[in-house]
């Protein structure tokens, strides 16, 4: 029986032929998601405007605190310290992070794939560790407000 040009394929082959690997040469690859183009250059438009915007208002913080003299208090070095991680945190870890959950495959080869998880535990890390030295300083401030000047200095904060 010759089958007509206008006959439909079967389900498994059109399956196979529509169906891309990210390794195409490795069946057991895992499969590559297909988004349209539009939707794919608005996932990328986002993710980028978030980590410039991370990136643009952190570095601001930085250069205000390391600028102006009048900055260089300890709640403001602390706030320096957050800031710092923070725009790590929006110029390597969110790029990376975002790719991961827009594609379906690792794009950035075998030694990204092996220090991104580091890289995020230790930019992350030093993110909430500076935001609980800041709310121990503010809780100092607070709860004993007539010695904070004598126990928390700019040294001792750095």
């Not at 102006?68 to 945190?89: E, G, I, V, Y």
């Not at 995020?120 to 100092?140: A, E, G, K, N, P």
Request: net charge positive; charged share 15%; with cysteine.
């Amino acid at each position: 029986m010759q089958r007509d040009s206008n006959t439909p394929k079967s389900d498994e082959t059109k399956c196979h032929q529509s169906t891309e690997y990210c390794f195409p040469n490795l069946n057991s690859s895992c499969r590559q998601l297909l988004r349209p183009t539009s939707q794919a250059a608005l996932l990328y438009t986002l993710l980028a405007s978030v980590s410039l915007l991370t990136v643009v208002l952190n570095l601001l913080v930085v250069v205000s605190i390391s600028h102006f003299k009048q900055l260089h208090t300890p709640t403001n070095t602390l706030l320096l310290s957050l800031a710092m991680s923070d725009l790590l945190l929006g110029l390597l870890v969110m790029p990376i992070e975002g790719l991961r959950y827009i594609e379906t495959c690792w794009l950035l080869g075998r030694l990204m794939c092996a220090l991104s998880p580091y890289l995020s535990y230790c930019l992350l890390s030093f993110s909430l560790d500076s935001m609980v030295l800041i709310s121990v300083d503010r809780y100092i401030a607070i709860c004993d407000p007539l010695l904070y000047s004598s126990k928390i200095t700019v040294n001792r904060v750095k």
